[in-house]
């Protein structure tokens, strides 16, 4: 079957397919290229690599080329996904556990992007997997869908339904849990005991609804401490952090409050304490989160040692099994939504390159929020007879 390889390259690490005969995918390779030089993030390549290493498994299983295929043979492949038995032609007649519609979605958009990216540079195969529509269903209206109207546009063929879920959220007796067991202060010899760097950690994902990545990508020149004005910390694009992390949505600024500034404030005392401050040397391009205990001291913080860490404090704690720094992202949104801040508002803290990514993620949130106002049916009903006898 075909595999992906991690490579590491000087400009970081990225990855590609190996075919059967563990030999380089051209074609992908080529498309994949296409992805780097257009400056997507290491984890998207990651994500269509390991797409297209399914796609290509299925075509060499079936031994057939790739630009010679038609949207039947993508249901076939969409098919072995939800089976979770890609390049196994015979069907087992027992229950399977079936991948998750978000998984199957995921890996198709990488196939039918490969296809597209083949469409522009002039490929014929395209034309089978795709489809000219004229309108677009839904409320929402893209700009310029009105060009659309009179010359149509490409659509996918095959459509994979993913059926929107309410997204997880953590109650604030949860977070202060965490908050409290990873670090506490103690008022008598004004001094912090525990893990104060995971608290600073999830105290910002809290108050800020910033990505893992984010976070853990922050340097101390990014974290403009108030003095005199409102804190803020700056999310920046770089492409250079040794982990492959990048801010998704560009530069923004998200204001934070003064308890969150202080103890920031702590967290740089307790790395001058360890010694940082003579060991870096360059301060403000240093990284915030980073190592203190294991590895090299002071390199900046895996995502992988998060996760780890997490896992160890949600069986301590009885957390969500399923809990992810994520949640702290859906959390603060909901927070900011229920309180009332206006969608563009929620939208421009979160960082979201289109405010309909806002609306169709957290549209629940406002809506329950609506619906919840007609359950005073009494006072409902009341108001009509004040109306009528005016």
């Known amino acids: 079957m075909a595999t992906t390889q991690r490579v590491a390259t000087a400009e970081g690490v990225t990855w590609t397919v190996l075919a059967r005969d563990f030999a380089v995918v051209g074609p992908i390779e080529q498309y994949l290229e ?13 994500s269509y690599a390991r797409g297209l290493a399914l796609w290509w498994s299925f075509l060499e299983g079936r031994g057939q080329e790739w630009d010679a295929v038609g949207a039947t043979d993508l249901g076939t492949f969409v098919g072995q996904l939800r089976r979770r038995s890609v390049a196994e032609d015979v069907v087992q007649l027992r229950a399977q556990d079936r991948a998750p519609d978000s998984t199957v979605a995921s890996r198709v958009r990488s196939v039918m992007s490969f296809y597209r990216y083949q469409a522009a540079r002039g490929g014929e195969v395209a034309g089978r997997l795709y489809e000219t529509v004229r309108s677009r ?6 700009f310029l869908e009105h060009v659309a109207r009179k010359h149509g546009r490409r659509s996918s063929a095959v459509r994979i ?21 990873e670090a506490s202060w103690h ?9 104060l760097r995971y608290r600073l ?22 974290w403009k401490t108030g003095t005199g004005t409102t804190a803020q910390v700056e999310i920046v694009h770089r492409e250079d952090h040794p982990h ?4 998704k949505s560009g530069y923004r600024r998200v204001f934070i409050g003064s308890e969150l500034d202080r ?7 307790a790395l001058c304490e360890a010694g940082a401050d003579m060991v870096l040397d360059d301060w403000d391009g240093a990284y915030i989160f980073c190592n203190l205990h294991r590895g ?3 390199a900046p913080l895996r995502p992988e040692s998060v996760y780890k860490h997490l896992g160890v404090m949600k069986r301590r704690l009885g957390l969500p099994e399923g809990m992810t720094p994520h949640w702290y992202r859906h959390t603060h949104a909901t927070a900011l939504l229920l309180a009332g801040v206006p969608d563009h508002v929620v939208s421009r803290r979160l960082g979201h390159a289109d405010i309909q990514t806002t609306i169709n993620t957290y549209a629940h949130v406002t809506e329950d929020a609506e619906l919840r106002a007609c359950a005073d049916w009494k006072r409902i009903t009341q108001s009509w007879g004040s109306r009528n006898e005016h």
Request: charged share 20%; proline share 7%; aromatic share 10%.
């Open 187 to 195: 008022a008598t010899d004004a001094t912090w005991s525990g893990e």
């Open 244 to 247: 492959g992390l990048r801010a």
């Open 34 to 46: 296409y992805l780097r030089s257009t400056a997507a993030s290491p984890n998207t390549v990651k």
């Open 263 to 269: 103890l920031y404030g702590d967290w740089v005392w």
């Open 201 to 222: 950690l999830w105290t910002l994902l809290e108050e800020t609804g910033l990505r893992l990545g984010e976070a853990l990508g922050l340097q101390h020149r990014d």
């Open 296 to 298: 090299r001291r002071f």
């Open 137 to 142: 269903p839904g409320s929402y209206l893209p």
């Open 161 to 181: 339904r993913v059926r929107a879920k309410p997204v997880p959220v953590l109650l604030p007796r949860q977070m202060a849990a965490l908050r409290q067991a």
